[in-house]
Structures are given as structure tokens and as C-alpha cells.
């Protein structure tokens, strides 16, 4: 019995994309979906109040960092992820295998785990894919996954190959490890940088342990966006059309509804709320740095077409007041609209697939947006 | 026809402590009441909607660092301070002289003005009564303040007679250079440091200069708690019943019950924002440093007998991680506490003067919070 299950609803006729439905142990999750990050149990500058007015349905939180700082122990004690947070809808956890492999070298690898260096006092760690699934199934999150590698770009082919096939070891003892599959799922990934035959193999060899779901990981690592489309088209199809499909790591527009229209059904990224820090916010009109000194007496919105809290109450030269100025408030202000802006981009997805209009949408979407088709 | 009017409702027969109102241009502010600090035209963390939800009535906000940052002229062009950061509350600005004075080596004074250095850029400026009461004027708030000079403390004799008298010479100047007197009300600033007969002097002369409030200023500069209590015990019965009463710069639970029992109807201060951002907050029992170890693993919420939003929803430990790991929502989520704490104990307050009780409810506060009587 597994934690969850995907419905798909229908195929849309232009694109090919899916419109489907998880359901979860903490709702149902309308797909294609967005999923910001919480990477240490909280969504920067968001209360869970405010994700849900923004109608955000899953989040995703770190592994590694809840490990780190603070325990995955200490967050069992209060009662799970969840409860520990405030957060009663779904909660996706990454294995961590993404962080300890991006510590480079505080990092070894060996097939028993991955030894590395804490990035926050030096401290020595093993993680193991049991570790990483004992971890996972302390936090407690609704969909879970497995500890694998995530090879660099570029990386050879004689690399990617190893590190594909010790992932699939590695997610086989991860299935093994697992204790509560029928609270939480656990989804295999599949590897093979940008060799076709390795995706080929890789997937094949996943599909074989028999997931409730699969990501496509090693993607959005440093590629060209057109490289990773390619690896996506023939990626893809190789998953069975009974399961979810998480492109791990991708959030910007464009990358999103190409996604979507090569099959892909989950995603998550820092990037909204990561740049809305830094004073940029996402618009139907392309991106607005709205630090720049050119919005300084710009009394409009960020986006005048958006009707979010932020957009129905702040002008421009406010927000860049006080972005300027380092105040939270700033953050706070850019990260809705942001999370607002691509969470309103997918419900426009959904409502294209189902209208069988993707294709037409994207045209819109990028001649607006400022995108090259 | 001033800008706001003071109604004295009663004066606690227990403490002779006064419950009032002042009826301004954007709503009517029970009194006392505390004024949270929204220095940069912004509470720190805090939304207007969250300042309403914690029933905030006013809050003050800084000429000086307006001026500096992102400019009267901007604030003007943006229709004014309200709705320049969205509040349609009332609201206080100081004058920017006491950041100015501040400024130490940075600034020079004569008789005109003073002259300093940005804390920015170091950029060199003037400010004189007539350019602190153009920007006030400029940023709009209901409230403002004349340019005065707050002594330091200790201080001589000498310098304190000085400088009183200067303020008197430039309170004066604020009052011929105010253009709105019917929009925005300018209060006078009783100086004097610790000297009784100079506090005398200069609530006489400020007083002849009739103004529609005042302020004391010159009090919570490094002296003694007791001193200040003393200052205040022979300085607000100078004052005119029928105006308000504001202490400026003062925020401790114990300090504005002190205030208020001594005849004060108004605070502010940055107390309540500026620790909550360092992990601390203010609760019925004491000050709880969250940020500390021995909340790692405490479950119970910041304040167990608090109703807020914070307490209501999230545990120390949570917090503590958040405060630890440099989250927005840490620093959100006391801050909140906090304000709602001084506020509640501020309606508290009233409700004592109302039932005649306010030196009874000292005791009861002061037993519970460890603070010594």
C-alpha cells in the first residue's frame, strides 16, 4: 500500500502534457506543480499562512541542512516536519545527496556512503543511504527520496556510468531501509547526465525497484537549457504514465512549462524566493530588479497585470526602498509576489492542458515574458 | 484649529494615573499607549496588516533616517509617509534631532542648526528647525516633532542650561516654520537633564509656546531607572492636563508602567523589535532568551499564557532553530510576540486606571515578571 497515488486526469491534445492529481496523506496535490523550498523548515520570510493564501499545496525541505541544524532527532521529538513547522499540507524531503555531493572536497565517496565536513562547524558526518532514509523517515515528510548522485556537468561518460549504477544500488538499499512506505513514498531518481543510453539504462534499472514515483535528477546542474529539453524528451517517456514525475532543481519560467510539455509533472527551486532576496521579481513582463535606480520613483506595482497582496498594496519605489534599506520587510514583500507569480503560472498550465491550448500558452507566455521561443 | 485633541476620560484614583484619548486625522489613539518604531518607514518584519491584527493604533518613524533615505521629497511625491509603506493609521515622526546628536564626532552645532555627516555615505548636511519641520512636514505624519537638542547624560549644569535654552530658541522656530498645523500637530520637548529647576525653566518656556502636546525628552540617555522616575515625579505635573504627555524612547515592561503611573500617556521605543531580532522575547514571566540552549528542546510556546499568533502556533524550540539558522520568520515571529505583549499589557493598563487598580496591577506584574518594586 503506498503513501500516495497519481491520478492522471488527461493529456493535453496540443502539448502532450499531463494534468493529474497526487493524492497524499496531507491532501491532494493538483499537478503540474510548483513546490517552493523551506530548506531549513520554513520557506524564507513566509509564514505557512501566507504559502497557503498563495494557495502553494507542498513544499520541499532539505535533508541535509534539518540533519545539520536542527537534528532530524530533535524534529522527530516535536512531533515530525510538520507539526514542528506549522505546515499541515504535504512536505516533499531530498535525500541530502544533492548537498554532501556539492561540499566537493570536504567530501569522499565510497560505496558504502558519502564521508563529508559539516558546512557549518567542520564536524565529521557519514551519510549512507540508510542514514539518509533513517533521516527522511524522522522528518517525516509525505514523499520522500532516495539517496543518490548527482553527477556534474560536464561530466564523462565512464563517470556518469559508475555513479548511475552505484545509484541504483544505492536506491535499492534505500527501498530496503525504508520503515514507513505506506506513510510516506519513497521516489526512486534516475541519473545518466546527458548520455542517452545511460538515461536509458539508468530508468530501467529504477523502474525495476518499482517506485510510487520518479524524479529526473543530474538536470539544471549547469547545462544549457537546450540540452537539458533534449535529455528531458527522450528521458521522459521511459517512466511509466501510472506515476508522478519530479525534474528536480528547476523554477524559472521557461523551464517550467517546457517541462511540463516534455512530461514532467513536479518541480521545485530556490530561485523565486532566492532572487526576490536580492531585490528581482518575476513579472508578465520579464524580470523587474526593482533595486536598480530606475524604479527609485516608480510608484506601480512590481507587476501591474498580478493581483497579490504585495502587487494590491506596494509600489515599486517602496519595495526598492526598502530592499535598500535590508529591510525584511522588502524580502517578504518580493517573496510572495514571486511564489505567488509561478504557482499562478502553473494553475495557468493546468487550465491550458486542460484546454488542450499548452503550446498556444507558452507562445503568449514567452512573447510577453520577453523569452525567446 | 490643531491637528489632534487630547479627552482626559479619567485619572486612576489609586495612582493618579490618566486614561485618555487623542482624536487624530487617521483614527483615535487610546491612551497610554505604546508606539512601536518603524524607523525606515517600515515596523521591522512586520506588515500593517499584522501591525492592525496586534491592535497597534499609532507608530513613529524616523526623520532623520527618511531624510537620508529614501528622501522627503520621494516620500512626499509618493503622496506621504501613510501611504507611501500602506498604513491609514496614525502616525508619529521624531524630529531627527536626537540621531543627529547621536552622531558624536560626525556633527557640529551652532546656533542655526547642525551639521553632520551621513551614516551612509558620509555625505555632508544641514539640518536646521526650519529644514527638521520641512521634512516632517513633507513626510506628512500626524504627529511631529520639534528639533531639539537631547542633552547626554551625565552632563553639566552648564551645558544642560545651554542647551535647553537653544531648544526653546528652535522649538520657537519649529512653530513659525510648521506649514499644516491643521494636518499634523507639533509638539514641544521639555529638556532639562537631571536638574529640577532646569526642567522648570524649560517646561515654562516650552509651555508659553503653546503647543498641542509634549514631550519629555532628555530621560532614558544611560541615567539610573530611579533618577529618571524622579525626573518625571516633578516634571509631568508641570505639564497642561488638557494636551498629552509622550516619553520619549522608552520601552521596558517595567519603565512604561513606571511612565504611566508618573502621568506619561505616550512611548516609543525600539526595545520590543530590536531584541526580538536577537532572540529574545518579552513574556508574564520574564524575558525568555529563546536563542539559548536550554530551549532546544522546550515545546512550549514563547509565552504559555499569550494568545498571540506566535504563541499560539509555533514552539521554542522551533523558534530557537529558527533564530539560530538566521531565518526571516524567527525575527518575524518574536517581533510579533513582542509588540503584541507591550500592547496587551498597555490595554491592561487601562483597564486598571479604569477600575482605579493601576498600583495593584504594578505588583501583580512586577511579582510574576521578577522585577523588583
Not at 97 to 112: A, D, M, W, Y
Not at 146 to 151: L, S
Not at 263 to 275: A, E, N
Not at 330 to 344: D, Q
Amino acid at each position: 500500500m503506498s503513501a500516495i497515488r497519481y491520478e492522471l486526469i488527461k493529456t493535453c491534445k496540443q502539448s502532450g502534457a499531463r494534468l493529474g492529481r497526487i493524492h497524499t496523506p496531507h491532501g491532494v496535490i493538483p499537478t503540474p506543480i510548483f513546490m517552493p523550498v523551506g530548506t531549513q523548515a520554513t520557506v524564507k520570510s513566509m509564514t505557512p499562512e501566507e504559502l497557503k493564501e498563495i494557495d502553494a499545496k507542498i513544499i520541499l525541505s532539505n535533508t541535509y541542512h534539518l540533519y545539520m541544524r536542527p537534528g532530524h532527532k530533535l524534529v522527530e521529538k516535536a512531533g515530525g516536519l510538520h507539526k514542528f513547522m506549522n505546515w499541515d499540507r504535504a512536505i516533499l524531503t531530498d535525500s541530502g545527496g544533492f548537498q554532501v555531493f556539492s561540499l566537493g572536497p570536504l567530501r569522499k565517496i565510497t560505496e558504502e556512503g558519502v564521508e563529508f565536513r559539516s558546512h557549518l562547524d567542520g564536524s565529521k558526518h557519514f551519510i549512507s543511504p540508510e542514514k539518509a532514509i533513517e533521516i527522511e523517515n524522522s522528518l517525516g515528510a509525505d514523499i520522500i527520496m532516495a539517496f543518490d548522485e548527482c553527477a556534474p556537468y560536464p561530466a564523462s561518460r565512464d563517470y556518469v556510468k559508475n555513479s548511475l549504477e552505484r545509484t541504483t544500488r544505492w536506491a535499492k538499499r534505500c527501498k530496503d531501509a525504508h520503515k514507513y512506505p505506506d506513510r510516506q513514498a519513497l521516489f526512486g531518481i534516475v541519473q545518466g547526465g546527458m548520455y542517452r543510453d545511460l538515461r536509458e539504462q539508468s530508468a530501467k534499472e529504477i523502474m525495476e525497484l518499482d517506485f510510487p514515483g520518479y524524479a529526473v535528477g543530474g538536470l539544471s546542474v549547469g547545462e544549457p537549457k537546450p540540452l537539458m529539453y533534449e535529455v528531458l524528451e527522450y528521458t521522459t517517456p521511459l517512466l511509466p504514465k501510472d506515476k508522478p514525475r519530479y525534474l528536480m532543481g528547476v523554477g524559472s519560467p521557461d523551464a517550467l512549462i517546457e517541462g511540463v510539455i516534455r512530461g514532467i509533472d513536479m518541480f521545485d527551486c530556490v530561485l523565486p524566493t532566492r532572487i526576490a532576496r536580492n531585490g528581482t521579481a518575476m513579472t508578465s513582463h520579464g524580470k523587474v530588479v526593482v533595486r536598480n535606480a530606475k524604479y527609485a520613483e516608480d510608484f506601480l506595482p512590481l507587476d501591474p497585470e498580478c493581483s497579490c497582496y504585495t502587487c494590491r498594496n506596494y509600489s515599486r519605489a517602496y519595495i526598492r526602498h526598502l530592499i535598500k534599506a535590508n529591510e525584511i520587510l522588502g524580502a517578504r514583500l518580493i517573496t510572495y509576489h514571486n511564489l505567488y507569480f509561478l504557482l499562478k503560472l502553473m494553475e495557468n498550465v493546468r487550465e491550458a492542458i486542460m484546454e488542450d491550448r499548452l503550446l498556444d500558452f507558452r507562445r503568449e507566455f514567452f512573447s510577453k515574458y520577453g523569452y525567446e521561443l
